[in-house]
């Protein structure tokens, strides 16, 4: 079993930066995958950005390209999300998963485990 922790969510004005932590537990975690996620009220949970463990490729959704870095620290079995040039439109709440194999990243169907979510809130 694997357990995902987030922190680091809250209220910032557009233009400022959050960075999300993700800390894992339970499992080694040389073959997986680690994604964030975010879901807006009504909306359904779009993908952000993903890293595999091994090699440590990393993916971003389009929309934070240039704004956002993903990142992890082997030791700790965590996984950053740095967020900068917040915009209102990223207002959302943002969930971590994890998966031992996964083909397609952003498709939060390959995931089999989750964080509990943290509120990132961009005022304008």
């Known amino acids: 079993q694997v357990q995902l922790v987030e922190s680091g969510g809250g209220l910032v004005q557009a233009g400022g930066s959050l960075r999300l932590s993700c800390a894992a537990s339970?499992?080694?975690?040389?073959?997986?995958?680690m994604a964030w996620f975010r879901q807006a009220p009504g909306k359904g949970r779009d993908f952000v950005a993903g890293i595999r463990w091994s090699g440590g490729s990393v993916y971003y959704a389009d929309s934070v390209k240039g704004r956002f870095t993903i990142s992890r620290d082997n030791a700790k079995i965590t996984v950053y999300l740095q967020m900068n040039n917040l915009k209102p439109g990223d207002t959302a709440v943002y969930y971590c998963a994890a998966a031992e194999f996964v083909v397609h990243m952003t498709y939060p169907g390959e995931y089999q485990y989750w964080g509990q979510g943290t509120q990132v809130t961009v005022s304008s």
């Open positions: 339970g499992r080694t975690f040389s073959s997986y995958a």
